[in-house]
């Protein structure tokens, strides 16, 4: 894209200006953006590391780079673990904007004055993020107690501005710096935009939170607060109002020990079911989105973000995990291929791909059960993969994230709590579901559907197959990407060698004349004997002219 298309010149401008303030002036330079002339007098920052003067950047630069950076803090397949770690510090707390700019949003989401729904509405906010802000109300004066989460007013508009001028970065970025292209920053940075903009639509959150219940059911310590559709719109969602204390506010030191085991222990097993079985799981379960209940229940908030694991990519996973578990590198890596989206140019070396996953065994294996992480391995694994410019989908990525950060809260709670041991008997049952005669016969099932529904395609394509062979005409075609240029050497080669066999050839008539003394003379000697020395020295030497020239030698 170029600068030129940019819709919101004047916010351009904005975003180049805290980047030069936070010492990114050699990015500033680099792209090569307009109105650089004007931030040069600017002193850059240079108190705080690279990476936390990033953090700092966004922050500063409002509430979608905010949403931006904690999207991309999700995604260890793109960010680096050292920026991850620094984007999950980013304050999601923003100054709250005024009621009176809040009402106008619920009152037009709900066709209706608030007083009609909400007889009961605290305005001062229990929560104030980039997105949103969450109030108590009630429904009825008698009722239960509700939270109400409202969209910021024009943020959707803001959102997209922000998008396009961060879209317009990463092109750039990734077309002037070689060492990111690794990265596929452009391709993240959309990704990222896409999930921003779903987590816009509250309804879909809604949705997510049902799914949420009844997947979850049959986990009594379990919760997920109760959603209240009828009120529901794209920028309002009303939901059953929680009571507790978030898990980032509690102090381990005053927990029981059994207590705390037993807390950390249900809170991984909704994490590991979630993921292994059923293939929906909350996206960014940190310790302020996980609250402890009046009943010691755990209840999990904030369902903007989730990721979908198909059956296929699940059991993808388990290879990769009995794979590891039973220290076996070469079917790790045909699991890591399998994972892997890769592309017809793609050319992995598997031997190298195989010795690096061996490192990353050696280390699993010689860890006690209170260090071993299942997030960081498979976070390993990843940063190998793409050592090996090999990239994984990004609900992949996104799962892997959140191994990662329910791992770190059970630990907080219950720090020898052994997460292989909690995962196991989920990925036996779903690994041996597999090989049951009715998954076998559903597989079986798909393979027919999809033979019978391709559009009469493949019946026919096979009769001509079988009718070209009866024929005698059926010929196999290999397509070599490069046969032009071998076409083209070998040519070279026989041309060069028709040459020097005729210099030769020159060279030999030319002596067996000198020797017979036929006229006309030259100084003597036979004159044809002359005419052919001089010619085939004139080749000679215009053929090693050539071949030095070309540096063909």
């Known amino acids: ?73 999700l995604r260890p397949d793109v960010v680096p673990r050292a920026i991850m770690l620094e984007l999950q510090k980013l304050q999601d707390d923003v100054a709250p904007v005024d009621f009176d700019q809040i009402r106008p949003v619920i009152e ?65 970025v990734h077309e002037r710096f070689d060492e990111l292209k690794i990265y596929e920053l452009p391709q993240a940075f959309r990704s990222a935009g896409q999930t921003m903009m779903r987590e816009l639509d509250f309804r879909k959150e809604s949705r997510y939170m049902h799914v949420a219940r009844a997947n979850l059911s049959n986990l009594p310590f379990i919760y997920i607060p109760k959603v209240y559709d009828e009120y529901c719109t794209e920028q309002i969602l009303v939901m059953e109002q929680i009571i507790g204390t978030k898990i980032r506010n509690i102090d381990r030191k005053h927990l029981d020990k059994e207590e705390a085991y037993e807390l950390a222990r249900q809170g991984l097993k909704a994490g590991v079911q979630q993921v292994f079985r059923d293939g929906f799981f909350h996206a960014d379960p940190h310790p302020g989105n996980l609250i402890i209940g009046e009943d010691n229940k755990i209840c999990l908030i904030d369902w903007g973000m989730v990721g979908r694991l198909t059956s296929s990519e699940r059991h993808d996973l388990i290879d990769l995990v009995s794979a590891v578990a039973d220290k076996d590198s070469k079917r790790l890596m045909y699991a890591v291929l399998s994972i892997a989206i890769l592309n017809q140019e793609d050319d992995v070396n598997r031997r190298s791909l195989e010795k690096d996953l061996m490192d990353i065994l050696d280390m699993y294996h010689s860890v006690s059960v209170e260090e071993l992480n299942l997030g960081q391995l498979l976070l390993d694994i990843v940063t190998v993969m793409r050592d090996h410019y090999l990239s994984i989908p990004p609900d992949f990525a996104t799962m892997i994230k959140t191994l990662i950060t329910l791992e770190g809260v059970a630990r907080q709670l219950y720090p020898e709590l052994d997460v292989i041991d909690e995962a196991a008997p989920y990925i036996k049952r779903l690994s041996s579901k597999r090989f049951t005669p009715s998954a076998m016969f559903r597989g079986a099932a798909v393979l027919f559907y999809k033979l019978l529904t391709s559009k009469g395609h493949f019946p026919r394509h096979i009769g001509n197959i079988v009718r070209k062979i009866d024929e005698g005409t059926f010929r196999i075609q290999f397509a070599l990407p490069d046969i032009k240029n071998i076409i083209q050497t070998l040519e070279h080669v026989f041309n060069r060698l028709t040459f020097g066999i005729i210099i030769g050839s020159l060279i030999i008539g030319s002596s067996m004349i000198i020797t017979t003394g036929v006229r006309p003379h030259i100084f003597g000697y036979p004159a044809f004997g002359i005419i052919g020395y001089i010619v085939s020295a004139l080749l000679g030497l215009w053929l090693i002219y050539h071949i030095i020239r070309h540096r063909n030698f």
């Open 1 to 73: 894209m170029d600068w030129k298309t940019l819709s919101n010149i004047g916010r351009f401008k904005d975003i180049i200006m805290v980047l030069w303030k936070y010492g990114f002036e050699d990015l500033v330079e680099e792209l090569n953006v307009p109105g650089k002339l004007l931030v040069r007098a600017m002193t850059p920052q240079q108190q705080y590391g690279k990476f936390e003067r990033f953090r700092h950047a966004l922050e500063e630069l409002g509430p979608a780079f905010i949403k931006l950076g904690q999207v991309l803090s």
């Open 108 to 172: 037009e989401g709900l066709g209706r004055p608030l007083s009609e729904v909400f007889p009961v509405f605290d305005p001062e906010p229990i929560a104030s993020a980039s997105l949103a802000q969450v109030y108590r109300a009630a429904l009825h004066k008698e009722g239960p107690a509700v939270a109400v989460k409202v969209q910021r007013p024009g943020i959707k508009p803001m959102i997209k501005t922000d998008l396009e001028i961060m879209i317009a970065i990463a092109d750039k």
